[in-house]
């Protein structure tokens, strides 16, 4: 290899070891953004669980319906 066989190289890892980095920084980026979304949707699952939890504690109450119908009362 001469000289600028050498230079070749160089720059060929150069811009290799760049776009690498490049994209380990995008991924990690969205790892973030995809965690923090994970940790804000698994909230509101916890949140919707405890209010399922308690709208099934409940007791149900039932209503009485009157006939009214008949004109018996009048």
Known sequence: MNEIDY???VLTYQQKS???FSQTVALEAR???SAKRIE???GQVNQLTTENEKLK???K???KK???SSSEGF
């Open 31 to 33: 790892l973030k953004t």
């Open 18 to 20: 760049f776009d690498l």
């Open 7 to 9: 230079q070749t190289l």
């Open 61 to 63: 109450t039932t209503t």
């Open 66 to 68: 009157t006939d009214n």
């Open 57 to 59: 504690a409940k007791p």
């Open 40 to 42: 804000e949707l698994t």
